[in-house]
């Protein structure tokens, strides 16, 4: 059974850093892994897609990596600004799975100004 | 990137009776959605898969009985909580794929907030 992590659980940073979001899974076969914003109240916003063949896909100043035999991923967020707090979920398919996806716990981050 | 919308946004409700919540992909067909359900400051968890034209299939520990999913177009998702009791108070999301074109990327509607008194 597939198991994602998140870690931090919760970050608070000055705005203007630089910070990673780390997101681990147990099963690497997987056919892709989907970086999600939610706000509170709110549902997901998807920010990121990375196939299972792709290293990394970038967005404004969101990158995200992929290291599939690792299990690993990361959310770079570059020049982070207060608009950016939100909780960052990663979520991975399956490659046997259909559409499903499997949800970290999510990092909660807050940028202050 | 494609829109799903649900509604009711919130609802509040007595408990014993039924909530009827819709998904609607606006801009494309899907032929599989996924209803989750998240607790305050928890992840989401996936409670359904819904296939249009079949039965949905239940993640265990979830009562069928319960929460009834419908989906009859390729549109149009619904979840129904019966006779809904306190414990049932949640926030529900729904999410949909593209149908005929697997990039495997999922979107989310906005969510329903149940509130059940």
């Known amino acids: 059974k597939q198991e994602v992590t998140q870690i931090p659980a919760a970050l608070s940073v000055p705005e203007g850093e630089n910070l990673v979001l780390n997101c681990s899974f147990t099963d690497s076969a997987i056919y892709n892994l989907q970086w999600f914003r939610q706000d509170p109240g709110k549902g997901l916003t998807s920010l990121l897609l990375i196939q299972s063949s792709q290293r990394e896909q970038t967005s404004g100043r969101l990158n995200a990596s992929l290291d599939k035999s690792s299990g690993r991923s990361t959310l770079y967020i570059a020049a982070s600004q207060p608009g950016d707090s939100a909780t960052y979920l990663c979520a991975v398919r399956q490659s046997n799975a259909g559409n499903m996806l499997t949800f970290g716990g999510g990092t909660r981050l807050m940028v202050k100004p | ?117």
């Open chain 2, 1 to 117: 990137g494609a829109v799903v919308s649900q509604h009711p946004s919130w609802v509040i409700c007595k408990s014993g009776t039924s909530v009827k919540i819709e998904c609607r992909s606006l801009d494309f067909q899907a032929t599989t959605m996924f209803w989750y359900r998240q607790f305050p400051k928890q992840s989401l968890m996936l409670m359904a898969t819904s296939n249009e034209g079949s039965k949905a299939t239940y993640e265990q520990g979830v009562e069928k009985d319960k929460f009834l999913i419908n989906h009859a177009s390729l549109t149009l998702s619904t979840l129904t909580v019966t006779s809904a009791h306190p414990e049932d108070s949640s926030f529900y999301i729904c999410s949909a794929g593209l149908a005929g074109r697997d990039t495997g990327e999922l979107f989310f509607g906005e969510g329903s907030r149940l509130t059940v008194l």
